[in-house]
């Protein structure tokens, strides 16, 4: 059964950065596309990152572009999120998002991703 466990979260003050992980039970190599959301209260689920098996295509979503950073290491069986220049409005607890089949995907639809993790708060301060 397939596994995503993220940590890293926490809190922390506007302008400071965070790097969250998620390790997998399989080699990441199996999956064809990581990815990142992320729900903030009373919202609905939002796409972050997203990263091709190879890390050869990568896509970010307008409002964190710039300040995060998605990548692998296939030898870790782990994703990273690297989080730099964090704002208020990115609190949110965050999910990384895993799928083995290989298709024709955009990455940020939710529904294009097979295998979730529980999530990991993090807060950011003004």
């Known amino acids: 059964q397939v596994q995503l466990v993220e940590s890293g979260g926490g809190l922390v003050q506007a302008g400071e950065s965070l790097t969250l992980s998620c390790g997998a039970s399989?080699?990441?190599?199996?999956?064809?596309?990581l990815g990142w959301f992320r729900q903030a209260p009373g919202k609905e689920r939002e796409f972050v990152a997203g990263s091709t098996w190879s890390g050869s295509s990568t896509r970010y979503a307008d409002s964190v572009k710039g300040r995060f950073t998605i990548s692998r290491d296939n030898g870790k069986n782990t994703v990273y999120l690297q989080m730099n220049s964090l704002k208020p409005e990115d609190t949110a607890v965050y999910y990384c998002a895993a799928r083995r089949s290989i298709a024709m995907v955009t990455m940020v639809q939710s529904n294009e991703y097979e295998y979730w993790g529980q999530g990991t708060q993090v807060t950011v301060s003004s």
């Open positions: 399989e080699r990441t190599y199996r999956y064809y596309l």
